[in-house]
């Protein structure tokens, strides 16, 4: 569906229109003012929303929309895990063992995917997915129970991407018997990113792209200001802004454990999964928000620094340079952090 938004008219006073049309006549034919125009629709499982601002020799919102839904088709068609004909299921139904050819695609994504597990000693890992599920946080729905020690051992045994063995320039990708990928935590980001190169080539150069909570923005918004984002407050059942940030040409993307969770005997059982330890984490830290030149890094990132809980995330993010606030719990209150490279894009809510 096509939400098209035009700028608030002035009221002209007959001086005014006067000046006006002369101006107009000397400018000769100057471009009108950009219209803000948005889309919105149905990908991955959840929605995606665009905001851009029109300007000569774009593409009309009918042919824009079009040309977002074929770049998201094709993410799907190489991602999807829902889908039996995707990229993705063919490669986890593959014999072990023998080398599967990769799209330019899902080989960008698995690239990003292991440079980020690298640097985070592990704790980012796209083949997680039998301990997600084992734990009651996959296709089959929410869990309540604790799986006993040899079942999350015998998942465990299924998980590790460094036993993929990627060969870049073919590209192609081999792996061990029993183990799959699951681009579930990038997926978002990189449909971010590619529909914004997409934009991008289309002459489109002020925008918003946001896909399930990832967003990626250039130039400047509406107000001709950079554009906002809100942080939310981790707090389940409850929807409210901690703080803000203001971005010009970047990603941002969170990651936290206050909506999906279970708890038995009074312990909290996150959906965040630490793939070195077969459990879910149990740490302080509970919201992760990255900024970065990538929504698919941003995305990925956002994940690994949740697992590593506060001190080693921190230690990390200064490492990498990451623009990253985040938040712990302490009891009933919270409290937030961030890196230097992020202080100076923070905006109070007030």
Known sequence: MIYRVLLRSRRWSPA??????????????????PETLRLTGATMGTRY?????????QPDPEAVHAGVEAVLEAVNASMSTWRDDSEITAFNAAPAGEWFALSSDFAEVFEMARAVSEASYGAYDVTVAPLVNLWGFGVAGMGDQVPADEAIAEALAKVGQQRLDFNREQPA??????????????AKGYGVDRVARWLE????GRYLVEIGGEIRVSGLNPRNEPWRIAVERPQPGER????AVTLHNAAVATSG??????????VRYSHSIDPRTGAPVRHDLV??????????MADAWATALTVLGSERAMETALNEELAVYFISRHGDEFRASSTPAMAPLLRSIE
């Not at 454990?257 to 009074?266: I, K, L, M, Q, S």
Request: glycine residues 10%; aromatic residues 10%.
């Open 16 to 33: 005014s229109l006067f000046l006006g049309l002369a101006f107009s006549l000397l400018a000769g034919c100057a471009e009108p003012p």
């Open 49 to 57: 929303n665009i905001t851009w601002l029109s300007g000569a020799g």
């Open 173 to 186: 990708l081999r792996k061990p018997a029993g183990m799959t990928v699951d681009f579930s935590s990038i």
């Open 201 to 204: 080539e289309q002459g489109i």
């Open 240 to 243: 409210a802004a901690q703080a």
């Open 257 to 266: 454990d206050y909506r999906n969770f279970f708890e038995v005997d009074g």
């Open 287 to 296: 919201s992760v928000t990255v900024i970065h030149e990538s929504a698919t």
